[in-house]
């Protein structure tokens, strides 16, 4: 028998729990997650090789009404990260913030289920955060809407948190695979690069410990990174970070009193970039105010926030 690969795009409203589903059929974290919405910015692949099978999962960003050039782009990322899939993986939160009943399902989804009927893609429906419900029978409730909208080829209902149900969505997603060479090499995990990586865990940070519309106007440019051994042949990896902010009174908040915000955004994250690359990490952060930099397409590109065809 050959080789089989199976492609899946990961799509949903924000907050939903996408890259944390995706981090859990993975085995890895290699999407930074948040409490706060929009904070996957781009499209990030994630590659999860068993035996014959190569999965290759799209993670999106949560489906928004774009405010700014970036927002835009971000949402071009959903729909090139729906192009030529096999099956998508609609994800919708087992507990929303509101009632949902048949005639009261978020735009977002039924926008995104317009597009799976459109472009005739199978979905899968995958209801998670079953966590946090009390009532089980709930999600019962949620199948029946969803079903009437969409002929999902499957309903899973799991928790990207404990992991239950995930390896029944896993064994869903592969009846779709198909006869096909690996298209990448069987010991890779994301198309992310290092920098890109590391520049995304500080980002995490920043998410995790600002508030309000902070950590929106946020982003993060690794201008050095490299290894190099010490003293006693140790090898130690050094990171120059700039996080760019919108506003003065931003930048004096993510320093914080006394510098005591920011040491504990690089510490947290030094510990989490000494987990990935498995070596100790030196990291120094530097913030910069970028006004309006979510307009500017120039930086967004600098940044490989845009989007290109491929
Ligand atoms: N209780 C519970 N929380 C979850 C579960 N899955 C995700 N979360 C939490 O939900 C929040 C959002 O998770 P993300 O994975 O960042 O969600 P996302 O859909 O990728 O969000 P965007 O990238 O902003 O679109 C985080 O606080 C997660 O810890 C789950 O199964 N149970
Ligand atoms: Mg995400």
Not at 108 to 130: H, Q
Not at 193 to 219: D, F, Q, T, Y
Request: hydrophobic share 40%; glycine share 8%; proline share 4%.
């Amino acid at each position: 028998m050959g080789e089989k690969s199976v492609f899946v795009t990961i799509v949903g409203r924000s907050n939903v729990g996408k890259s944390s589903l995706m981090n859990k059929m993975l085995g890895q974290k290699v999407a930074i997650v948040s409490s706060k919405p929009q904070t996957t910015r781009t499209r990030i692949m994630g590659v999860l090789t068993k035996g014959e099978t190569q999965f290759v999962f799209i993670d999106t960003p949560g489906l928004h009404k774009p405010k700014n050039v970036l927002g835009e782009n971000m949402m071009k990322a959903v729909s090139t990260g729906m192009a030529d899939v096999d099956l998508a993986v609609l994800v919708i939160d087992a507990k929303p913030h509101f009632k949902v009943d048949k005639d009261n399902i978020p735009m977002a989804e039924l926008e995104l289920i317009g597009r799976f009927k459109d472009k005739k893609i199978p979905a899968v429906l995958a209801i998670n955060k079953i966590d946090l419900l009390e009532n089980k029978e709930e999600i019962l409730d949620l199948i029946t809407i969803y079903s009437h909208i969409y002929d999902f080829s499957a309903v899973v209902p799991l928790s990207a948190k404990t992991g239950s149900g995930v390896d029944i969505l896993i064994n869903e997603i592969d009846k779709f695979k198909k006869e096909s060479p690996h298209f990448f090499p069987d010991d890779e995990v994301t198309d992310q690069s290092e920098k890109v990586m590391v520049a995304e865990i500080i980002r995490e940070k920043l998410l995790r410990n600002l508030s309000k519309e902070i950590p929106h106007g946020i982003a993060v440019d690794i201008e050095r990174f490299y290894e190099r051994d010490t003293v006693n042949g140790d090898p130690i990896l050094e990171v120059e970070a700039t996080v760019f902010c919108e506003k003065d009174t931003h930048k004096g908040i993510i320093i914080g009193k006394k510098g005591a915000m920011l040491k504990k955004i690089g510490s947290l994250a030094r510990e989490d970039i000494e987990k990935f690359f498995g070596i100790k990490a030196d990291l120094k952060i530097w913030i910069k105010v970028k006004e309006g930099w979510r307009n500017n397409r120039g930086m967004i590109h600098t940044l490989g926030l845009d989007v290109t065809d491929n």
